[in-house]
């Protein structure tokens, strides 16, 4: 007989919790589905299947604990009634000793034993009777479990037509619906982790081919039932918005990516210029990018204290900072924010002081103020430097 406890790798002291929780780690584990043309892991899946059905149910669990450890049972026993007979031996001879001689004695005839064998017979018809009614209804408990699986089984397979046809909710919907008024059924649970990871792969897939359309249409479903990793989803969901040109919708998944890291220089960056470049929301892009300025703000007075002007390096600097607040200075020119933006140069020419744009935009900001001889020599360095554009704005000027 196999043992049942050694194949799911618990002691016989198990708990129903703990039976259950084994059985689903080696369901999970040697499932066909997850082992394709693999017999051993087929076999495997079985005996677990088997064991579990047996010891997660109170009546087999009896009856198989009573079977598989008859032996330390029956050697219990038999000390036990040693010990009894001695304990009435011991007594017969202490009564014989000192009971009067006229004390009566019995003798065993022949018919005890035919009361005693009838006895034993009748325990051992009864026994039979009972071993028979209890393995009948085994049997036919058994059968009834087959059919139920086999059903569910069928059950599974039409929501995976459903997935097939492109009903992704209706499928996904129904499997949790089965899930949930059965959940111990293995067979709904894999198939609805298979029906959710299906979508992201397929995401994926597509992704992969540029074809950002139905990457799109596959990532929406999977970002809306998978557990977890959804900023990675959401990543990619952005990535094909912008692809495609949803812009307005690019932007509200930056800003709900935004909401879960709301100190991320990147995606302050990136909500501030999607705003400029294809939405013309110059005040939500400041907006953006004033978060940035106090972003860097913070950090650099963590590190460096209040001082940190005087104490920072900038080349320990990321270019974020530099491109937030090159950018930011852009935007306030285009605002006619003079006044914000000078500053917001010179920061950007102090923390990248080899980068032409920085010089570029300030001369901009010069020549908008009429400070043409600044401006020319910022164009000078922004041409050396090797920025561009800067021969039209020479020729505008520095006539």
């Known amino acids: 007989m ?44 079985k005996q677990v299947n088997e064991a579990y059905h047996v010891l997660s149910d109170p009546v087999k669990k009896s009856r198989y604990d009573s079977r598989f450890y008859t032996y330390e049972t029956q050697s219990a026993t038999h ?4 010990y009894a007979r001695e304990m009435r031996r011991r007594q017969y001879h202490a009564r014989r000793q000192y009971a009067p001689k006229t004390e009566k004695t019995y003798t065993i005839t022949g018919s005890y034993f035919k009361v005693q064998g009838l006895a034993f017979l009748v325990f051992i018809v009864l026994s039979g009777i009972s071993f028979g009614i209890v393995h009948l209804a085994s049997f036919f408990f058994d ?37 949930k008024n059965a959940p111990m059924e293995f067979v709904f649970r894999d198939t609805r982790d298979s029906l959710i990871e299906e979508t992201g792969r397929m995401g994926e897939l597509n992704f992969s ?22 900023s990675e989803t959401l990543e990619r969901i952005y990535v094909c918005q912008y692809n495609l040109g949803q812009y307005t919708d ?12 709301p100190w991320s220089l990147e995606l302050i960056y990136r909500i501030a210029t999607l705003n400029l470049n294809h939405l013309n929301n110059k005040q939500e892009a400041m907006f953006y990018l004033d978060l940035g300025e106090k ?41 006619n924010d ?11 020419i102090y923390l990248r002081p080899n980068r032409g744009e920085g010089y570029r935009s300030r001369a901009v900001l ?11 020599a910022d164009l000078r360095k922004a041409k050396d430097l090797g920025a561009t554009g800067i021969e039209e704005l020479q020729a505008k000027y520095c006539q």
């Open 79 to 82: 000390a036990a009634e040693e």
């Open 209 to 230: 081919k540029r074809d950002y359309e139905r990457a799109l249409y596959y990532f929406q479903y999977y970002k809306k039932y998978q557990e977890r990793g959804q």
């Open 366 to 376: 010069n020549g908008l103020q009429r400070k043409y001889r600044s401006a020319c």
């Open 250 to 261: 690019a932007l509200q998944s930056l800003k709900q990516l935004h909401s879960e890291n």
């Open 2 to 45: 196999q043992d049942y406890y050694h194949i799911l790798g618990l002691p016989q002291t198990a708990t129903s919790a703990q039976i259950r929780a084994a059985f689903k780690r080696l369901a999970m584990q040697y499932h066909p589905d997850r082992n394709p043309n693999n017999p051993i892991a087929e076999e495997v899946f």
């Open 295 to 335: 972003a860097f703000r913070n950090n650099m007075t963590d590190i460096y204290g209040e001082a940190f002007m005087v104490m920072l390096d900038p080349k320990d600097i990321p270019d974020r900072y530099y491109e937030i607040f090159l950018l930011k200075a852009d935007t306030e020119i285009s605002l």
């Open 143 to 179: 059968r009834y479990e087959a059919r139920i699986h086999h059903e569910n089984v069928l059950k599974a397979r039409e929501v995976t037509a459903l997935f097939g046809a492109g009903k992704i909710d209706e499928a996904i919907g129904k499997i949790g619906l089965l899930t």
């Open 338 to 348: 003079f006044t914000e933006a000078a500053p917001d140069l010179e920061l950007a």
